[in-house]
């Protein structure tokens, strides 16, 4: 049977335009409030407020709350975060200078409630049981599928408290292999990709978290894809082999995989 007969067609191709209405999804109402041209000029893979929003929408943030966002690329999630929920965000992460972010964090008003900070995943400048909730947008995939890195980072959160992560993901664990049809696009990194299932096992066998969902963020290859052709139309990075294949799939197997989990008591 060909795709079509499967899966919703691909969406019609975006070529510039109506860039308010492109970037605009009825599941994503917050998101709706931030500039396109800001998430353009911060972008640095798929949209990391669609993301956050998703995350969030399957957890519990209270003002004042103490959140890790690690990985936090150029902080757009921080804001989203400390903005939508008015909780306190250490928003961490490698590449991104602390200094940049500390501008950025300024410049959206929210110098009082977002700390930049810069670190290595393996090397967090955090008190044990600190956080309320850690939360991570397309970054855990790059240092959390090690058997050994839930232990360490885990510490960081209270007993009782959340943890989210959102990564680009597989529906399911390929049974043989890269399916032929997106075989052509396969890169060696996006064996980081992984299953909800796969996710919660990785988790929950640990004994440390409580996974509470495990999920694919509904249309996630529909965001992803507007999101990278958004990006080409405008002249801001993007990828054009990551574009087809995920046309191609058509949300086959390629999405964001979603995971949400509450670390155990005692
Ligand atoms: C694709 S970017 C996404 C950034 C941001 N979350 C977003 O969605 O725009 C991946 C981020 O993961 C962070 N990262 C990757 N490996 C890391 C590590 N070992 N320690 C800390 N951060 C890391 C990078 O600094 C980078 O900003």
Not at 24 to 30: L, V, Y
Not at 60 to 86: Q, Y
Not at 126 to 150: K, P
Request: proline fraction near 7%.
């Amino acid at each position: 049977m060909s795709v079509d007969q499967h899966h919703p067609a691909a969406p019609e191709r975006y070529m510039g335009g109506d860039l308010a209405g492109a970037t605009r999804f009825p599941e994503f109402p917050r998101s709706a409030q931030y500039q396109p041209e800001w998430m353009l000029e911060n972008l640095m893979g798929p949209n990391a407020v669609w993301l956050t929003e998703a995350l969030c929408e399957r957890l519990d943030l209270r003002p004042g709350m103490h959140v890790l966002d690690m990985g936090c690329g150029k902080a757009m999630s921080a804001i989203f975060l400390a903005r939508e929920f008015g909780v306190q965000v250490w928003a961490t992460d490698l590449w991104i200078a602390a200094s940049d972010n500390w501008a950025r964090i300024r410049e959206a008003g929210l110098a009082d409630r977002i700390f930049p900070i810069h670190a290595e995943a393996h090397a967090l400048p955090f008190a044990d049981g600190f956080f309320d909730a850690a939360v991570s947008a397309d970054a855990y995939h790059y240092f959390g599928t090690d058997n050994l890195y839930l232990s360490y980072y885990a510490r960081f959160v209270r007993p009782g408290g959340q943890l989210g992560i959102v990564v680009p993901g597989l529906r399911d664990e390929f049974a043989d292999g890269v399916p032929p049809h997106l075989a052509p696009y396969w890169e060696p990194d996006f064996w980081s990709f992984h299953s909800p299932a796969w996710w919660r096992a990785h988790w929950e066998r640990t004994g440390l978290v409580e996974v509470a969902v495990a999920d694919m963020v509904p249309r996630g290859w529909e965001h992803w894809l507007r999101w990278l052709e958004v990006a080409t139309a405008h002249g801001y990075p993007s990828n054009e082999r990551e574009t087809e294949m995920v046309r191609i799939d058509a949300g086959r197997t390629l999405g964001f995989t979603r995971l949400i989990a509450r670390k155990v008591e005692g």
